[in-house]
């Protein structure tokens, strides 16, 4: 819409300088009179002059489909009826609403027949009135509806696995045993050490237990109706454009293989509502003095009196939290009964749109390889030689490890994996083989003959039958 600048207001333009004070113009004889006869600037010669581009050549502007793009957030012409932005709701010209304060309306008189107060619930949403295209079913913010995935890559991996070089694991002496096995001991409560110190190291028979992981990082996306307080920003409703696709919307992970979610808002979902949860008042009857702007006194239990032991005896005296009403203001409204809406926040009206939740999960399965008598859970959280990894968007199953276990469980995890998500769009996977040195150390004390295990990185102990386990290393039988 074209404005045209009428003027200032009557009153208020420049009218000039005061009386005697504006510039008259120089002294007679001093002003520019003009060039001497015959050398002023006469103008071009005669033909030389621009007359213009030659025929057919002036620009008539751009071709067919070529021309500058619309603006961001402006309907192209001719797609949707005109309109008037200035008189559009939530237009950024718009003058923002007002906010509902505490005392506005005079004083609140609250009415018995109204239940409704800011500790409950509140009724449910309206049903919406706009209709989107790809988005004609749409959950609550409890009950989300999940989005089946476009397509997923087929099974298994086409070409030719990569190459696949394992490296091996280390083992530990017996010296490094003991100091493992003293380590072990100083962190129990009630253990000796005497054991540790004196015992026999027969032999340590070292191994490595395998522990192969799986990951695969998918996401799942979801929409519902959410609301926020409209406090006069830009309206994004379908008069600016057709909203996208829920699986066209971008959304980038904030770190791979790290479970997460991430909230978008849906372009061209919105549209304003009045706030269903006040009923567009602003307020809800505050629910701890039930609009009364009062409470009991907690000091006196509202008798305004209290029982006090003065001079030997027992006293009735006027309570001094109080003042004798038995009532007090209420802290929470403030004593006017009423407080701010919650859902609104005072401004009686809501922005609803279509709010996407991109879900992102890592899908974590393993299978761990222990061949001792340790329990094979332990090897799982600590630390080991990595003889393996490969991170792609689809992997391929180790099969030329020379453990034959290893290659049936990687086969059997990862075609689990490609079928086990199907409300999930899987974007990356990683496969990575650990070798966690264990050492099962045989040894002799004091004609006790039994075995503790080292395991991990860390040199973690496990020793069930330790001798010396009640205080000052005695035996309870």
């Known amino acids: 819409m074209k404005q045209v600048y009428a003027g200032p207001p009557p009153g208020q333009g420049y009218a000039g300088p005061p009386p005697g004070q504006g510039y008259a113009g120089p002294p007679p004889g001093q002003g520019y009179a003009g060039p001497p006869p015959g050398q002023g600037y006469a103008g071009l010669p005669p033909g030389q002059g621009y007359t213009g581009p030659p025929p057919g050549q002036a620009y008539s502007g751009p071709p067919p489909g070529q021309g500058m793009p619309p603006q961001q957030g402006i309907p192209p012409q001719g797609q949707n009826p005109p309109y008037n932005p200035q008189q559009m709701p939530g237009a950024p010209a718009q003058a923002a609403p007002s906010q509902w304060q505490p005392g506005q309306g005079g004083a609140y008189t609250p009415n018995d027949d109204d239940d409704d107060d800011d ?176 409470v009991r006194c907690n000091s006196c239990g509202g008798d305004g009196r209290k029982r006090v032991y003065r001079q030997k005896e027992w006293q009735d005296v006027r309570c001094g939290s109080c003042g004798g009403d038995g009532r007090k203001r209420c802290l929470t409204c403030g004593g006017d009964g009423r407080v701010t809406c919650s859902k609104c926040k005072g401004y009686r009206d809501l922005e609803r749109y279509v709010k996407l939740a991109v879900i992102f999960t890592n899908h974590i399965e393993d299978y761990i390889l222990e061949e001792t008598d340790m329990p094979d859970e332990l090897v799982r959280d600590v630390g080991g030689i990595i003889i393996f990894e490969q991170v792609l968007p689809q992997v391929w199953p180790v099969t030329q490890y020379p453990v034959p276990q290893i290659n049936q469980n990687s086969v059997a995890l990862v075609e689990k994996h490609s079928r086990a998500f199907p409300n999930e769009r899987q974007l990356m996977q990683k496969q990575e083989l650990r070798a966690v040195p264990v050492s099962e150390v045989n040894y002799t004390w004091k004609e006790v003959n039994t075995r503790f295990w080292v395991y991990g990185n860390e040199r973690q102990v496990y020793a069930p039958d330790y001798p010396q386990q009640c205080c000052w290393g005695c035996e309870i039988l």
């Open 119 to 294: 500790e409950k619930e509140g009724p449910p949403p309206p049903a919406p009135t706009l209709m989107f295209e790809h988005y004609s079913n749409i959950g609550t913010e409890t009950n989300p509806l999940a989005l089946p995935p476009p397509a997923a890559q087929p099974y298994p991996p086409q070409g030719d696995p990569p190459r696949m070089d394992f490296s091996e694991a280390a083992n530990i002496s017996a010296e490094q045993a003991r100091e493992a096995l003293l380590q072990y001991v100083a962190e129990q409560c009630c253990y000796g050490s005497g054991t540790a110190k004196d015992m026999l190291i027969n032999s340590i028979a070292p191994s490595s237990a395998l522990h192969y992981t799986l990951s695969t990082f998918a996401e799942a996306r979801k929409t519902f109706y959410d609301y926020d307080p409209f406090r006069g920003q830009h309206i994004d409703g379908p008069q600016y454009g057709q909203a996208p696709m829920p699986w066209q919307i971008p959304c980038e992970p904030q770190q791979l293989f790290l479970t997460h979610t991430k909230y978008l808002k849906v372009p061209h979902t919105s549209d304003i509502i009045p706030c269903f949860r006040c009923q567009r008042r602003g307020w809800l009857r505050c629910g701890r003095c039930r609009g009364r702007g009062q």
